[in-house]
């Protein structure tokens, strides 16, 4: 499986600033994504980004807010835009791929840390 | 009702015994289902993964899918102070992303 490289791990922000996280995959990929994970809850799917067109957002998440990039095929941005006390979360890159080449997410990177003060 | 709904625990065995973990699900398209495992501070670790019905096997863990009753099981033998974590269920259905359960946390005791 693709070995994913996240960065930053951690950081505190300061509210009404931005935080932008790469995620860097050792291998090309078609699809990537991005999920949030809030303390005590599980992973939520924010977008699904794939290179040469526009991220697909989901429900709740909007690209003002979270703008992603995908310059190629081995490398995304997830840019958290304005930012407050609420987006303190874990972000999470995935990739999709594995056996059955389904694009449902498979490997994750190990996350960044975001606290918003 | 949520789509996957997932025990958080905490649960918490001795060294040796067999653990089982369920998650149920609501939405009979789901065909991929996947456990994962996720120490502090680490993502999501791919443990398992089943296709459609039936059982798998890997070394300690078994994965169990029952589609007729919308119900998946991992089951952890002979489990060791390592196996301490953050275990989460997840299901899709064909090209859609992955639906994750809340986890559930496991701690071993030596």
Redesign the interface.
Known sequence: SAVISQKPSRDICQRGTSLTIQCQVDSQVTMMFWYRQQPGQSLTLIATANQGSEATYESGFVIDKFPISRPNLTFSTLTVSNMSPEDSSIYLCSVGGGQTRINYGYTFGSGTRLTVV | QKEVE?DPGPLSVPEGAIVSLNCTYSNSAFQ?FMW?RQYS??????LM?T?SSGNKEDGRFTAQVDKSSKYISLFIRDSQPSDSATY?C?M?A?????I????TTLSVSS
Request: aromatic share 22%.
């Open positions: 997932q991929y994962y501070r680490k993502g999501p670790e791919l993964y296709y989460l997840a899709s064909l090209g859609t992303a992955l994750f359960g809340k986890g």
